[in-house]
Nanobody, 124 residues
Framework: QEQLVESGGGLVQAGGSLRLSCSTS????????MGWFRQAPGKERQAVAS??????PEYYGDSGRLTISRDNDRNTLYLQMNRMEPGDTAVYYC???????????????????WGQGTQVTVSQ
């Protein structure tokens, strides 16, 4: 059974940093592209970054503050966020692509397994 569990969210002051983790199980992690998405209250879920099974990343939006990475030995996906802003406040989700050996993608429909989300709040 495929499982994705996010951690690392919390309250941070503007300008600070957080590293989110997504621990996975139940599938061969190294075979799948993975993505990070976020959803703020009243807004649609949107892609933040994704990474191909090969490790090639893509960023959507303000990429200079973000680093997505994966550790295939630990079956874990990461998102490092620096110089955080109040506009980063949202629930952050990790997701697994719906097919093996695919490239990165910002589309929600390209992912079929999701974590439960972790809240990130950035204060002024």
């Amino acid at each position: 059974q495929e499982q994705l569990v996010e951690s690392g969210g919390g309250l941070v002051q503007a300008g600070g940093s957080l590293r989110l983790s997504c621990s996975t199980s139940g599938f061969t992690f190294s075979n799948y592209a993975m993505g990070w998405f976020r959803q703020a209250p009243g807004k649609e879920r949107q892609a933040v970054a994704s990474i191909a099974w090969t490790g090639v990343p893509e960023y959507y939006g303000d990429s200079g503050r973000l680093t997505i990475s994966r550790d295939n030995d630990r079956n874990t996906l990461y998102l490092q966020m620096n110089r955080m802003e109040p506009g980063d406040t949202a629930v952050y989700y990790c997701a697994r692509a719906n097919r093996r050996f695919g490239g990165p993608s910002p589309k929600v429909v390209d992912y079929n397994y999701w974590g439960q989300g972790t809240q990130v709040t950035v204060s002024q």
